[in-house]
């Protein structure tokens, strides 16, 4: 298994950015597609972006389009999430995860590891 370290949460106000990364183990990080989820207080975990393996492929949810950015620097085991103009409504633990396959993948059972979690919060 992958083992993730998420970091680059906080407060920030609406309209601001933040970048959160996450730092992977293992020498197979290239053949894993990533994603990040994100989960509010008593909801379920949504998705918010994933890359494939190579990094030429991206997916965004809806909600984000525009405005958030997933890369991968598969030299140092790191994928980000750039997330500008940020709105109250990003606030939630945002997760990193690992896919098993390379490609990019939207669904929870798709993924194998997860990382902790970091807290985002979006104050008006």
């Known amino acids: 298994q992958v083992q993730l370290v998420e970091s680059g949460g906080g407060l920030v106000q609406a309209g601001g950015s933040l970048r959160l990364s996450c730092a992977a183990s293992g020498r197979t990080f290239s053949t894993n597609g990533m994603g990040w989820f994100r989960q509010e207080p008593e909801k379920e975990r949504d998705f918010v972006a994933a890359?494939?393996?190579?990094?030429?492929?991206?997916l965004y949810a809806d909600s984000v389009k525009g405005r958030f950015t997933i890369s991968r620097d598969n030299a140092k085991n790191t994928v980000y999430l750039q997330m500008n103009s940020l709105k109250r409504e990003d606030t939630a633990v945002y997760y990193c995860a690992a896919a098993l396959s390379p490609w990019a993948r939207m669904t929870e059972s798709d993924f194998s590891s997860w990382g902790q979690g970091t807290q985002v919060t979006v104050s008006s």
């Open positions: 890359i494939s393996g190579s990094g030429r492929t991206t």
